[in-house]
């Protein structure tokens, strides 16, 4: 399966987990812009690059596209973009006639732009960091119907320019549902993160739908599912997977960032991955899912949780865990019982990244892949193991190791964040995983919410 892949940023999620997921099956050979040419923190793709680029691909399967990088130049700049809708049509409509050229199968996504609960504009225009707050308890009370209540002291120009960019990038998305209708793509999918109950996000979305449009609440990992969906389409591959939980009784209770219970995430996840939802006697694949009880736990934010307090014995069929107790970051307690009991052979992966979307995309994805490899003609022996062992390496050193334990110790620096990881956490993956790889870190964006494991050649 030749298959272009158009990030929406240069993130390792990004970037190089869908190039790690896409080597566990050698059938997959996977095309990505030059990285430097994507957006970032701080930056916008260079769009004229990366259209010239996906133009002069050989022959394709399928290609999967973050519309807002042809857009705007990335999911961050979609937020800060200042060109007007005229300028980025003019762009999107060489992109349209790029992929009407190319004949191969679309999946496409784009995001609804979201809204934060934070005067922190990190990732939005300038003025969040004063009005950020104000603005997303404007849009909530909006969401509720108080079409009458006062803008408060947000400044007119400031507001107008807010509204005028959602409106915009409504605008944007509502043009992709034609080319839907015309045909243009297999799959469209309109991403929702960071997700009040009420809110323009909550509301622009519902109208995407009404319109005909596919609604999916999460964004970094959508990408990561529609590749694990036109892997089984390309393969003519039906997998079910069953969700269990680990504590099934709170599985209608909504994450951190999300605006749908868990369990309702799960069943999208599994779908929008091309797969089905099964009972764990019909299963392929089980899905194990260690949730929490009362409320998602961040141990980055200082938000706690009950831990996994049950018993844990290691699956004797195909399983993979979405570790969703905590956000942005493993469960300790699970992770003991996890290396303790041992992996065994039916192991199809582990995730703990961000979101409990993120966590569940991102793994679902790993999980059908290497399901296809195994499974599509085995006697062409597809399935790349020592690749696969390299991926869950990457997990448990970024997602457990860094995002549950290092993160939180005080240290900034990134010699002894290297240093401690190496020490005391590394030899225990290494040894959960029965694989020794030379390992290097870095800060891509220059903050410590996202490290790069990086396996260096030996």
């Known amino acids: 399966m030749k298959t272009g892949f158009i990030p929406i940023d240069d993130r390792p999620v990004c970037y190089t987990l869908p190039q790690r997921i896409a080597a566990v099956n050698k059938n997959i050979e996977l095309f990505l812009p030059e990285r430097e040419w994507l957006g970032n923190l701080t930056k916008s793709a260079d769009i004229e690059k990366i259209l010239e680029w996906l133009a002069g691909l050989p022959e394709l399967d399928s290609i999967i596209i973050s519309l807002d990088t042809a857009a705007y130049g990335g999911l ?19 992109l349209k006639q790029i992929l009407k050229e190319k004949n191969a199968e679309i999946y496409a996504f784009s995001s609804i732009m979201r809204i934060s609960d934070n ?12 009005w950020g707050k104000k603005i997303f308890e404007y849009s909530y009370k909006e969401g509720r119907g108080k079409r009458e209540q006062e803008r408060g002291d947000i400044p007119q120009e400031i507001l107008e320019d807010y509204l005028g ?33 009420f809110g323009f996000n909550v509301r622009e979305a519902r109208e995407l739908e009404a319109l005909g449009g596919a609604v ?3 964004a970094d990992e959508i990408p990561l599912a529609l590749l694990a969906r036109a892997c089984t389409h390309f393969e003519g591959m039906s997998i079910k997977i069953a969700p269990i939980f680990l504590e ?13 219970s868990i369990e309702q995430s799960v069943k999208g996840q599994i779908e929008l991955a091309g797969c089905e939802v099964c009972e764990p006697v019909e299963a392929d694949l089980l ?12 141990i980055v934010m200082g938000v706690s949780t009950a831990p996994f307090a049950g018993g844990w014995q290691t699956p004797d069929k195909p399983y993979m865990i979405a570790d969703v107790r905590f956000a942005n970051g493993a469960d300790n307690a699970f992770i003991e019982k996890l290396f303790t ?28 892949v290497k399901f296809c490899a195994l499974n599509f003609e085995p006697d062409l022996k597809l399935y790349d193991n020592k690749s696969f062992k390299r991926l869950q390496l990457v997990r448990f050193l970024d997602d457990w190791a860094y995002q549950a334990n290092v993160r939180q110790n005080g240290k900034s620096g990134l010699s002894d964040i290297s240093n401690l990881l190496a020490s005391d956490y590394e030899p225990r993956v290494f040894k959960a995983l029965d694989i020794y790889e030379k390992i290097s870190y870095n800060f891509p964006w220059n903050r410590l919410f996202e490290i790069e494991v990086k396996i260096e050649p030996v």
């Open 165 to 197: 960019t959602r409106k915009r990038n409504f605008e944007i998305n509502k043009i992709y549902l034609e080319w839907q209708k015309e045909g243009l793509f297999n799959t469209l999918v309109y991403s929702k993160d960071d997700c009040a109950p």
């Open 248 to 260: 099934p009784d709170q599985k209608h209770l909504i994450s951190n960032y999300e605006d749908i």
């Open 76 to 94: 961050i700049p979609s937020r800060r973009c200042e060109d007007s809708f005229e300028e980025i049509y003019a762009r999107l409509e060489k």
């Open 119 to 130: 005067n922190i504009n990190e990732e939005e225009k300038g003025y969040w960091a004063q």
């Open 341 to 368: 009991a041992g992996l065994g052979d039916k192991f199809y992966g582990y995730a703990a990244w961000n979101t409990s979307a993120n966590t569940l995309g991102s793994l679902i994805c790993a999980a059908a």
């Open 287 to 298: 899905l194990y899912v260690n949730n929490f009880t009362g409320r998602q736990g961040e």
């Open 216 to 218: 999916k609440t999460g």
